[in-house]
């Protein structure tokens, strides 16, 4: 009671001039599990201004030591996951194994980051001129890959420490500094994990994170004309960002409505375990769940079966117990997923299951015979509940899948592989996965969203590649 966790800039931590503070309810006992500093817009300029001169620094530090130095920070990480992964269990109710999942993983994260930004940062380009038209070759170029400057890293709660790094070890092997915002519920698993990169000893003011009220410094982060380039995760937010946000590049990675495609000769056991991991881990709460099932009517019955026998299976409870379903994040979220199962109840979808709900806690649902004047035909509940839209035909799967105005993954189950590679073809989204869920992982494959779903690509190298400039010097010669 009473203790603030405080804010990081310029190597220290430091208490907010305002003397307010954020709540973090945990989304289990709903009750205030931890408080963070509410900074100011004032405090948001001081950690600009340091983050900006420690880049220049940073910049002229070699690449070989930059890479050193998160080696060590990835290490750091994996010594403490205990201890960060008990935050996110109270912050943001992820089941306890998941949570230590997701800070090992990190870990792996900013390694390879030093190991790939090694190799592709290590390497420059060489051009003649005397390949264009009217040229004789008295121009050679010079061309290699410079920090973009500050980068603004914005994670949603989720994966506050995973899809923190994410944006963190691109930024800093590529030379930039860093500005953290990280999100409420996840708060203070972000100020544990920028612990470790304390630790590891990087320069003062390299690496900031400030916490706070969206309200008060959201926008003027944003907006801030010290930020170089934005990295965000999140929901609509991002939409809004993209509209404020002045000249610098954008890496966005919004919602999503990943379809599941399954085909008459899919293996249905396949099929049904993938529909379970993929639409209920972590609740459903990860933009890349599946989150429309678009079945042929032919093998509907059998898969709606199998999916419900494994929905039974599933642990609904605390995350502390390890349950597979635990309390959504907010009781705004609990409220908004209810809003959705109530619609397709009015609209006669059929539920597999009865709906049931304690605080934020939703058991498991799998809702039959959805039709598209559903809102859960087209929205994202971000919680465990499954519709499922029975296809006649190949086409109308993928024109379900493309009328969304979300383009993030999607999955084809067959084992025709050549009907599959023409269904991705045709799929409008940033990656299918043919015979698996969707995910991001592995970290170092690209990531991305069309549409709605996002601005650029992630995953390592696009991230480090997304996070520089190019920069030439010409010689010429007489
Ligand atoms: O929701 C965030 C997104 O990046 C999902 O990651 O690893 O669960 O596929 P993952």
């Known amino acids: 009671e009473g203790d603030v966790f405080k804010y990081y800039t310029d190597g220290e931590w430091k208490k907010s001039a305002s003397g307010k503070s954020v709540a973090i309810i945990n989304p289990t006992t709903r009750t205030t599990q931890y408080k963070v500093q509410a900074c100011t817009q004032e405090e948001v300029n001081k950690v600009m201004e340091s983050a900006k001169i420690a880049q220049k620094q940073w910049a002229k530090t070699p690449l070989w030591k930059r890479a050193e130095l998160l080696h060590k920070a990835a290490a750091i ?59 004789e070759r008295t121009k050679y170029c010079l061309s290699s890959k410079i920090p973009l400057g500050v980068v603004l890293a914005i994670p949603p709660f989720n994966y506050p420490v995973n899809l923190a790094v994410s944006k963190i070890g691109p930024a800093l092997i ?11 519920q996840g708060a203070v698993a972000c ?26 410094i959201g926008d003027f982060l944003t907006m801030h004309p010290g930020v170089n380039c934005i990295s965000f995760t999140g929901g609509d937010t991002g939409v809004a960002i993209s509209k404020k946000a002045g000249m610098v590049p954008l890496q966005m990675e919004l919602g999503g409505k990943d379809a599941c495609i399954v085909l008459e000769d899919a293996d249905l056991d396949l099929v049904a375990a993938n529909i379970i991991k993929g639409g209920f881990s972590y609740s459903g709460q990860r933009c890349t ?22 929905v039974a299976k599933l642990k609904v409870g605390p995350p502390e117990d390890n349950c ?101 073809d045709a799929m409008e989204t940033g990656t299918v996965q043919i015979n698996s869920a969707p995910a991001r ?37 007489p």
């Open 191 to 216: 100020l544990h994990m920028v612990q470790c990169f304390h630790l590891a000893g990087f320069p003062k003011g390299l690496i900031n994170c400030v916490t706070g009220k969206g309200s008060e």
């Open 289 to 310: 769940a599946v989150k429309v099932v678009l079945v042929m009517e032919s093998v509907a019955d059998a898969l709606v079966e199998k999916v419900n026998a494994k």
């Open 324 to 424: 597979d379903i635990t309390p959504v994040v907010s009781e705004s979220s609990a409220n908004f997923i209810e809003g959705l199962a109530k619609d397709a109840k009015a609209k006669g979808a059929t539920f597999c299951q009865e709906y049931k709900r304690e605080g934020n806690l939703i058991w498991p649902l799998l809702l039959d015979n959805v039709r598209p004047d559903m809102r859960i035909a087209w929205e994202e509940p971000f919680g465990p509940i499954v519709p499922v839209i029975r296809i006649n035909s190949i086409e109308e799967g993928i024109h379900h899948c493309n009328a969304s105005n979300f383009g993030l993954q999607g999955c084809v189950f067959t084992k025709d592989i050549n009907k599959a590679i023409l269904i991705s």
């Open 441 to 477: 992982g592995p970290d170092h494959f690209p990531f991305q969203g069309l549409k709605d779903s996002g601005i650029g690509s992630q995953g390592i190298t696009n991230s480090i590649n997304m996070m520089t400039k190019i920069k030439s010097t010409v010689i010429n010669l």
């Open 77 to 135: 990480l994996k010594e403490h996951k205990a201890p960060i992964a008990e935050c996110l269990v109270k912050e943001i109710a992820k089941p306890a194994k998941d949570a230590v999942t997701e800070v090992v993983r990190s870990g792996d994260l900013i390694s390879y980051c030093a190991e790939e930004g090694v190799r592709i940062l290590g390497e420059g380009k060489f051009l003649v001129s005397d390949s264009f038209p009217g040229n």
């Open 174 to 184: 590529a030379g930039n500094s860093l500005v953290l915002k990280p999100p409420t």
